[in-house]
């Protein structure tokens, strides 16, 4: 079976990210399992001065995490148009100890806004190029209009959306056998 880990950028309870997130793994084929990240909220904040051998355990954990996943999917919110702190955090933790080198990777950004957070979404690939994550074919989804496309019941009403969401897994799936 294929490993994704899977990232929302949003800590918020009733994210829609986090909600696109789950619904996008429920369109998934069988063969790809998903682990959902939860420790956002729980890293420390990026310090090269705590980058040191036993440093924190959380940081260890979001290593191992994915160091053991074949592919990461990250679906993300824009706030103050740019990545939210948490999840560029997160990133930063990773630059100096290299677990997105060649690693497959799909990028969602969903906002309420006609944008559709294209600007976090942007900024949020410079950041994965530079440390040399490997974006897969149909990887980068940009979804405006986020709250007319996904129902209270975390459903996807959209087809167009759809549609994109089946291309970027499959996408991941291809990069993720080779
Ligand atoms: C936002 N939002 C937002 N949206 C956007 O497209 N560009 C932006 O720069 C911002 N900035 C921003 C700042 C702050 C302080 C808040 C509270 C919100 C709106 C944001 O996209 C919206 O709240 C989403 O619903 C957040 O994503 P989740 O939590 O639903 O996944």
Same mark, same amino acid.
């Given at each position: 079976k294929i490993k994704v880990l899977a990232i929302s950028g949003s800590l918020r309870q009733k994210s829609s990210n986090t909600a696109l997130l789950k619904a996008t793994i429920g369109l998934a084929p069988e063969n790809m399992v998903f682990t959902m990240y939860n420790g956002l909220g729980e890293l420390p904040h990026f310090n090269p001065d705590l980058d040191v051998e036993d440093g924190p355990a959380s940081v260890k954990e979001?290593?191992? %995490?994915?160091? &053991?996943?074949d592919g990461v999917l990250i679906c993300? =919110? &824009?706030?103050?148009? /740019?990545? =939210? /702190?948490? $999840?560029? !955090?997160? @990133?930063?933790?990773?630059?100096?100890?290299? *677990?997105?080198?060649?690693? =497959?990777?799909?990028?969602?950004?969903?906002? =309420?806004?006609?944008? +559709? +957070?294209?600007?976090?979404?942007?900024?949020l $690939? $410079?950041? @994965?190029?530079?440390? !040399?994550?490997e974006i897969v074919e149909n990887g980068k989804v940009i979804i405006p209009h986020i709250? $007319?496309?996904? !129902?209270?019941?975390?459903?996807?009403?959209?087809? &167009?959306?759809?549609? *994109? @969401?089946?291309?970027?897994? %499959? /996408?991941?799936?291809?990069?993720?056998?080779r």
């Open positions: 979001l290593r191992e %995490q994915l160091k &053991e996943a993300t =919110p &824009e706030y103050g148009n /740019g990545v =939210p /702190g948490t $999840l560029k !955090n997160a @990133l930063d933790w990773i630059v100096s100890s290299g *677990e997105f080198v060649n690693k =497959p990777t799909a990028v969602i950004s969903a906002s =309420p806004s006609p944008m +559709g +957070g294209n600007l976090a979404h942007a900024s $690939l $410079l950041t @994965l190029q530079m440390i !040399n994550a709250t $007319l496309k996904l !129902n209270q019941e975390g459903v996807i009403t959209d087809s &167009e959306t759809r549609q *994109e @969401l089946h291309a970027l897994l %499959q /996408g991941l799936e291809q990069a993720c056998s």
